[in-house]
């Protein structure tokens, strides 16, 4: 794919936020593209800056957090430029988003149903009973076996599977450019969690939208992406086409992500083989900021931090092994 199909590119963003011991950056200098019809995960240990780089390409950070510095170009647009109400068009819009947890965000006060027809009256401008209507066949849509019902249920009567399906539904409802997908099964068992996989995957095949999603499992990857970045400590360490990233990783980090892929049988997805801990933003240490739990670092990892470079065509890694100059600093 060339420039011109790019969606969403991230341009050297950088987030921090205030805390009680001052002002630090969550991510620094992240930058991604995003294709049109293209699912590419984020992918990194919890705490390494997913959730922040998606939040800010919405607009939606916290109050403590703020984007200092980058752009976010979204077809031709730079929404860092934009105004709060050209922003909310853009999410209603173009932009979706869905959570890791999804009953957390239905109001459980409100059936399922009038959430949906909520969310599409809030963008375009029909009758209640279209909206109904077409709340109905997009619930029909995302693969709801009895839609009529289920807009009657409140969200506490549905599964946790059920209830992401039905935020899928509401976020498919102004038929974005974009879906923004934060650990969208995280909290599902294994079996749901293929289901909605499967389901995002069929949307994108339809419908042609591209999706950010954001995991902490490589198993997903897999499955799901056609480009994959990972991120650690606030900045992509790894990025590029998934076949090339999974058969020849470069980053001592990504290599022990896929070394702590669970096998077939076992249960969980989560990443603890690595020893140590992601750095708080506070704390971040010198140079390459995997250093202290890379098992090849050297004093030039401590001193310097390599930049992203390019490692194969459409790959890059930041780390100094990658750089042409190792060979020599070895020998050296
Ligand atoms: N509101 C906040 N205030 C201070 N620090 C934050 C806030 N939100 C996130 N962070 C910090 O930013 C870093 C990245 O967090 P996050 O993007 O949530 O990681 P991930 O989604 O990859 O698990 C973490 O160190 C986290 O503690
Ligand atoms: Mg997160």
């Known amino acids: 794919m060339n420039m011109s199909d790019a969606l969403l590119e991230i341009r050297n963003l950088t987030t921090q936020f205030r805390t009680d011991k001052g002002t630090f950056p969550a991510i620094a200098g992240v930058h991604f593209t995003i294709n049109k019809g293209e699912i590419v995960c984020i992918v990194g240990e919890s705490g390494s800056g997913k959730t922040v780089a998606s ?17 976010i170009w979204f077809e031709g647009r730079d929404l860092t430029k934009l105004s709060k109400k050209q ?12 959570f890791q947890d999804p009953m957390m965000a239905l109001d459980p006060v409100f059936t399922c149903g009038s959430q949906i ?8 401008s029909v009758s209640r009973s279209a909206a109904y209507k077409r709340a109905v066949e997009l619930l029909d849509h995302v693969g709801i076996a009895h839609p009529s019902r289920v807009m009657e249920a409140y969200p ?7 209830c992401q399906r039905i935020m899928i539904a509401m976020a498919l409802s102004c038929s974005p450019k974009l879906l923004i997908a934060d650990e969208p099964t995280t909290a599902l068992d294994v079996t749901v969690q293929a289901q909605i996989l499967e389901l995002l995957k069929r949307i994108r095949s339809e419908t042609g939208m591209s999706i950010m999603l954001i995991t ?20 992509v360490m790894e990025e590029g086409d998934v076949r090339s990233i999974f058969r020849n990783p470069r980053h001592p980090y990504t290599q022990g992500l896929i070394r702590s892929i ?8 989560k990443l603890h083989s690595i020893a140590g801990n992601v750095p708080g933003i506070g704390s971040m240490p010198t140079g390459c900021r995997f250093h202290p739990r890379c098992a090849d670092a050297t004093d030039a ?13 459409g790959c890059k890694a930041r780390c100094w092994k990658a750089h042409p100059s190792w060979e020599e600093e070895e020998a050296g």
């Open 55 to 71: 939040l800010s390409a919405m607009q939606l950070l916290p109050p403590a957090g703020q984007i200092a510095s980058g752009e």
């Open 301 to 313: 990892c401590r001193r310097s931090e390599p930049d992203l470079i390019e490692t194969e065509e």
């Open 117 to 124: 027809v909520e969310a599409i009256r809030l963008h375009e």
């Open 262 to 269: 669970p096998q077939p049988g076992q249960r969980g997805g």
């Open 216 to 235: 902490h499992d490589l198993g997903v990857v897999a499955e799901m992406a056609d480009r994959v970045a990972v991120m650690y400590a606030g900045k």
């Open 156 to 162: 506490h009567e549905l599964s946790g599977g059920m």
């Open 87 to 98: 922003l909310s068009q853009i999410r209603g819009k173009s932009m979706s988003m869905i």
